[in-house]
């Protein structure tokens, strides 16, 4: 089959879902822009990620000024507008400065409240003055993934240290900004039971300079190095009763509005059970993160959580973070 060509005038998708914006459910247009990608999956690469793909060698300050200008036709009155580009949109080699400052013109000439993406190296005082200039409210998202600098580094290879993410908080703080933080649940090469602490000693770290903690269980993309590990049945996608239960116990470790929104969820690529309960716990994740209820997790029991339960138990014996399912011969 012919590879599509991708169009550097057309953004990569956009659509409408929900969030939260001053304590109620709001409608957020979300728009993908397509860039001449990030810099760091350039130099070396995070192991799990592949949003590359959609990316362009040339992409013109024009071209991404079109993209959001289509991509704006399909606003309908959203109060909350997400800008993202498959990696920084501070980075002036991604969103160049006068694209930019006149595409947080037009969403903040309609929008209430913005959020962009961006690595903390960009988040400084030079990038977000100018920008908000032009938005009544900004948000900076930032993929800390985990608080634990030797699993980003070894297990991730992100390329920055949690003091970069401290730094980046306080730049952000001093403009005005507010801060949503990207926690990843089960980075590769560690097993389930060491993903559910490191997600929750992070919710912990993370949450003094943070707004909102996104946990965002793995999903394995293409051509990434965890998509090889999965092919080997070296790595398993988290257990959704792991997302909950770090969702449950993260609740009581932190202040901040603590939200998930799994990609691929219940597929064998993302976080998923037995198949059986998957879209009840879905829903139940999707409903904590607009209410932040502790009682939308109270899930009905499945047979499948005894075997999660055994599941944590038998890794540690295993001396293997790969899937025990896959790796076990068949009876």
């Not at 956009?14 to 914006?21: F, T, Y």
């Not at 960009?122 to 920008?131: C, D, G, H, I, Y």
């Not at 409210?137 to 920055?160: H, P, Q, W």
């Not at 879905?282 to 599941?311: H, I, M, N």
Request: with cysteine; aromatic share 6%; glycine share 8%.
């Amino acid at each position: 089959m012919a590879k599509r060509r991708m169009d550097p005038s057309e953004p990569v998708a956009v659509w409408s879902e929900k969030d939260v914006l001053g304590g109620r459910a709001v409608d957020a247009l979300v728009v993908i822009l397509r860039s001449s990608g990030c810099y760091w999956s350039k130099q070396s690469g995070c192991l799990m990620c592949g949003y590359n793909s959609v990316s362009l060698s040339s992409v013109s300050s024009g071209d991404i000024i079109s993209q959001f200008s289509k991509a704006m036709e399909k606003y309908a009155g959203q109060p909350y507008i997400k800008i993202y580009n498959s990696g920084s949109f501070l980075d002036p080699r991604e969103i160049p400065p006068e694209a930019r400052e006149s595409i947080l013109a037009m969403a903040g000439e309609k929008a209430q409240h913005i959020l962009v993406e961006s690595r903390p190296e960009f988040v400084s005082p030079a990038n977000l003055e100018p920008a908000m200039g032009h938005v009544k409210s900004l948000e900076v998202a930032m993929g800390l993934e985990t608080a634990d600098d030797g699993i980003r580094a070894r297990c991730i290879n992100k390329g920055f240290a949690f003091s970069d993410f401290e730094r980046a908080c306080g730049a952000a703080k001093d403009a005005g900004a507010s801060i949503r933080t990207y926690l990843l649940l089960k980075p590769p090469y560690l097993t389930e039971g060491q993903a559910i602490a490191d997600a929750l000693g992070s919710i912990k770290a993370a949450g003094p300079m943070s707004q909102t903690i996104s946990v965002n269980p793995m999903n394995v993309q293409r051509g990434t190095a965890v998509e090889a590990l999965w092919k080997k049945n070296l790595y398993r996608p988290p257990w959704l009763w792991s997302l909950i239960e770090v969702l449950k116990e993260g609740r009581e470790l932190t202040g901040a509005r603590l939200v998930s929104a799994p990609s691929g969820g219940g597929s064998k690529r993302g976080v998923h059970n037995c198949g059986a309960c998957d879209d009840s716990l879905l829903k139940a994740v999707e409903t904590f993160s607009l209410t932040q209820d502790p009682k939308a997790l109270e899930c009905r029991a499945c047979g499948c959580r005894e075997k999660w339960l055994d599941y944590l138990e038998a890794e540690p014996f295993m001396g293997s973070a790969g899937d025990l399912e896959r790796l076990s011969p068949p009876q």
